[in-house]
């Protein structure tokens, strides 16, 4: 069955279950009456792979809900070895350890941080009072973290020896976004959109920005939505072109693309120079010596929410194995040197999220959709034309 079929099918799960758990029943005028929380979801959008605190490995999981969730699993078998809520952040789009094995969360518009040490999470504040979302986040090697921001398209860098932020104002003028970032060497590298993708080099130190012009195809992308730097490469991924571009630091130039790749991240190399990658569902890797890509036959890595490396104890799996967590919560191991795989179903919790849009179906029942994790509105619109022509869903934002 196919993700599309999937997605139909849960959304008629949902809404039978809506339909047995809610109904509405004619109240006095000015009544209200609080029906509970309509929809639990798991929704991944970013991971971290490092060790727990228990001193073993461990993967970090945030998920989407009210609020958002830090997960920490052992990935040998999926279980929960702690969680911890992110109060006051509904998303957290960005995930970092820094050198020390801190785990950095970019939740809503406040950057949070984990201590596997003391098993607690602090809430650091808001980096910027003007932004009300942070995006990706990137550590350099004295544990500094970067971080991109909405609605101002601004870079900020925290200093955990000063506890301080600093605004390194927006990047790119008249772009909202800075979805992506990395950090090589003495530079950082922000990328934007909504306007115009663009990708910028930051100097740290001088606040200094220069732009790196895209090659001449993808200038008129939207967005740079993802950058990894891997040794002296960069891989920057465009949007809606889904190319991975592939920029030499130490050329200066532009070296490859890379048609039809999917986020969100690039995984750091294995023993042999290869980094891994999704193009559609299947894995790849890319040598980085000669640019050499390769399909290594896994075709069930249609999620990738970041990129680690486990070692299992167990047979067909030797040396380090490449993992990544899915949006749905599960996780896949893949082991390059033996071709085995294996997919895990974490015990990571649905959270609660907000109503997107709600409606009354023909059979009198009220049927409502989620974001950012729920039912789409469009196929929630689907499943009441299929319903009754004359259905229709109201949406509230």
Request: hydrophobic share 35%.
């Amino acid at each position: 069955m196919n993700k599309w079929c999937k997605g139909i099918v849960s959304c008629f799960l949902l809404a039978g279950l809506l339909a047995a758990s809610f109904s509405i029943r004619a109240e006095a005028a000015g009544k209200t009456e609080n029906l509970g929380t309509a929809h639990y979801n798991i929704g991944i959008l970013s991971s971290a792979y490092g060790k727990g605190p228990n001193g073993k490995q461990a993967v970090y999981a945030a998920a989407n809900g009210d609020p958002a969730v830090l997960n920490i699993i052992n990935p040998v078998n999926g279980e929960i070895i702690a969680n911890h809520a992110l109060d006051g952040a509904p998303s957290a789009w960005g995930m970092v350890i820094d050198p020390k094995g801190k785990v950095y969360i970019a939740g809503g518009a406040n950057l949070y941080r984990y201590d596997p040490k003391t098993d607690a999470v602090t809430n650091l504040g808001r980096p910027i009072a003007s932004e009300t979302s942070l995006w990706r986040l990137q550590t350099d090697q004295k544990g500094r973290i970067y971080g991109g921001t909405y609605p101002n398209g601004k870079v900020f860098m925290y200093n955990p020896k000063t506890n301080t932020f600093r605004d390194y104002g927006q990047v790119a003028k008249d772009q909202g976004y800075t979805r992506s970032i990395a950090v090589s060497g003495r530079y950082v590298y922000a990328g934007t959109g909504v306007k115009k993708a663009q990708l910028i080099q930051l100097d740290p130190g001088t606040g200094k920005k220069q732009s790196i012009p895209l090659p001449e195809p993808y200038t008129n992308q939207q967005d740079v939505y993802d950058i990894d730097a891997v040794r002296h490469m960069l891989f920057v991924r465009v949007t809606p072109a889904n190319t991975l571009l592939v920029y030499d630091l130490k050329q200066k130039k532009w070296v490859d693309e890379i048609e039809n790749a999917k986020g969100s991240k690039v995984s750091s190399p294995d023993a042999k120079g290869l980094v891994y990658f999704n193009i559609g569902d299947e894995l790849y890797s890319y040598r980085l010596k000669d640019k050499k890509l390769a399909a290594t036959g896994y075709k069930e890595s249609w999620s990738n929410k970041g990129f680690g490396w486990v070692n299992l104890d167990e047979q067909g799996f030797k040396g380090k194995s490449l993992i990544s967590m899915r949006y749905n919560g599960s996780y896949w191991i893949f082991n390059p040197q033996t071709g085995k795989s294996k997919s895990i179903d974490s015990q990571i919790e649905g959270q609660p999220i907000p109503i997107q849009s709600i409606g009354r179906g023909p059979d009198g029942n009220i049927y409502t959709s989620g974001y950012l994790t729920g039912a789409s509105p469009s196929i929630q619109w689907m499943i009441m034309s299929l319903l009754d022509s004359k259905a229709s869903v109201r949406q509230r934002t």
